[in-house]
């Protein structure tokens, strides 16, 4: 599980690093591997891809995290207030120290809970990569749209916490050296290892914007159904299923702990909706269109 970027922010009004430099993801360079598309696909079309955003996959854990650190600091403060009052009561003048006590776990639940908002915002942030237009649009946090053009963005893998890597896509200002503004493709990677097995994905997108949805529609084995609806708790524990390898997988049973976490943040979460100019840019072909894919035609 990795936040950088939403409980955290991204760094910016920076240069770029050289370890960035030497990490880059070009555009027009043909990775030698194996594609992989996360099972992040809404939906696929011969002039256009939209993804999920990397937080989509961890959805709930922030939540989860309030929940369960609300509920601590309730027991504390009712807890508290009783011995607190009792020693006082009793003439014991340490009974005064939970009202120092007791405001330090107010305040602490009250910085969990802005993070958490975070996360209750939108039900996903989707990224829409246009090979007609040559734009990538991605829905921000806050609900606006960033518009870049595929060939002006600086795509590398960046270093996060506790030795995971993000594929990352860079805004650079006119300068060409400067970053502007950051984003994250679902790509979170553990570890060298993981950081090279990612690349599969940067070149599923690659592919798709080079060389178009034919040299890619046959790697998607399914796409999410929420494009237009809210995550059902059943098809979320097919996703993990599908993604961990089976319902049994040790890395599940852990997910499980989630579920009521990330059903809640579903529950009260907007589902994105694009603009109309954005929309307007979009179209998908007239007729038959045989690169079509959304979530309707999942076995």
Known sequence: MEFTGQATPYAVSRPLSIDERDRQLKQKENLNTELYHQLSVIEINSNWLEVVDKYFFDKGALTTAWITQAAFTMFGLLTGFYYGLSAIASGNAEGWYVFIVNPILILFAWYTWRVTKKEINY?????????????????????TVLSAKWEKIFFTQIPVTYGMWDMVGHVLDEDGVTVRETFGLPACAMGSWGRERAKGYWEFIRRYMEEGPASVSDVISGCLPIKDK????????ERIAA????????????????????????????????????????????????FFKDASMNA
Request: aromatic share 18%; charged share 20%; net charge positive.
């Open 230 to 237: 809210k995550e059902t708790l059943a098809f979320s524990f």
């Open 243 to 290: 993604s961990l390898g089976s319902y049994l997988n040790a890395f599940i049973l852990f997910y499980y702990i989630f579920y009521p976490g990330r059903m809640i943040a579903m529950h009260f979460s907007k589902i994105p909706r694009w603009p109309a100019e954005i929309e307007a840019q979009c179209q998908r072909l007239d007729g038959h269109d045989p």
């Open 123 to 143: 039900t996903h942030y989707p990224i829409r990569f246009n090979r007609k237009t040559r734009m990538v649009h991605v829905f921000r946090q806050d609900g």
